[in-house]
């Protein structure tokens, strides 16, 4: 799978890069980008092309519909580079965006794809009650350090890395007293900033073993085929080149860490040298400048970031 003499690694979003407006302007200049937000909305039998494109925000950020909405923008998007003749020859995403890796390496399809995040959303959503877990950024301490910080302030309850982003930024989550005091002990300790996020539920640490039950079951029904290209999973920052590996590392994904920073370091060690992000927001297109500023990193969310990435690699490819 190559267009170009340098290799290309496509970075998939996950949860929080949502926008109300996301995929609307590929989707009007281009019917493949269209028809994608046609199929999801009759793969989930409701209007998810109206959510994406007009709101209201609050609907959008409700877990089970940010997270079917984000993986459509992101397909979206990556279909109209697809109809432009890029290729990747690595994809990668951030636990929720793992899954559009997984549509633009054929190892599902977009519709089961679709359908399954909805459910993964309202699993994960369900697993823990409200108010019970939270989430916190931990910027500025090495993960040795923050391992230890978690291992203080945990009490008997759960307190873990849940993403491993760069190195400056560690998410933690757990119990919400837990998380509270390994914020107290991080500021305490020469954390950079150490803050409770804003989210519904304590993603990516053992408190998910429910919703990792409910969606292993969907997942096991799910027809899945070996990946046309690598796909690095989160889970072990490793690729995974067979349909079984793939299902595995996207079961164990919900209670386990999303180890971005090591990801993003094992594609650069096979040689990729140009990032592209690819759907709505700039997250990864951040966090990549704090990993390694060496690497060209462009995204892909709407009409003008989509020229400016192929006006620059037509440059680089001459």
Request: proline letters at 4%; charged letters at 20%.
């Amino acid at each position: 799978m190559t267009s170009s003499t340098f290799p290309i690694a496509f970075l998939f979003p996950g949860q929080g890069s949502q926008a109300v407006g996301m995929g609307k302007e590929l989707a009007d200049n281009y019917p493949v980008a269209r028809r994608t937000f046609e199929e999801a909305d009759e793969a989930l039998g409701y209007k998810l092309s109206q959510l994406c494109f007009d709101g209201p925000e609050e609907k959008l950020k409700l877990t089970e519909i940010t997270q079917p909405a984000i993986l459509t923008a992101s397909v979206a998007a990556w279909r109209v580079l697809q109809e432009k003749g890029l290729k990747a020859h690595f994809v990668a995403g951030h636990s929720l965006g793992e899954y559009s890796a997984h549509v633009a390496a054929g190892t599902l399809t977009f519709a089961d794809a679709v359908r399954t995040v909805r459910n993964r959303g309202k699993y994960m959503q369900e697993a823990v009650p409200v108010g019970q877990g939270a989430m916190a950024a931990v910027i500025g301490i090495a993960l040795d350090k923050v391992s230890e910080i978690l291992n203080e302030a945990a009490q008997g309850e759960v307190c873990q890395a849940a993403n491993i982003n760069s190195p400056e930024q560690i998410v933690i989550s757990g119990h919400a007293g837990a998380v509270n005091r390994a914020i107290k002990l991080a500021t305490n300790r020469g954390a950079k900033k150490a803050v409770s996020l804003p989210v519904s539920a304590p993603f990516h640490c053992s408190l998910m073993q429910p919703a990792q039950d409910r969606l292993a079951r969907d997942l096991g029904a799910l027809s899945f085929q070996n990946p046309l290209c690598p796909v690095v999973c989160n889970v072990d920052a490793a690729v995974v080149a067979s349909a079984e590996a793939s299902r595995e590392a996207l079961i164990r994904q919900v209670t386990g860490a999303v180890r971005w920073e090591p990801s993003v370091r094992l594609l650069i060690n096979k040689g990729a040298s140009l990032f592209i992000e690819v759907g709505p927001g700039k997250v990864l297109w951040g966090l990549m400048r704090q990993i390694d500023r060496s690497k060209t990193c462009v995204t892909v969310g709407d009409e003008a970031s989509l020229q400016k990435t192929l006006a620059q690699i037509s440059a680089t490819a001459a």
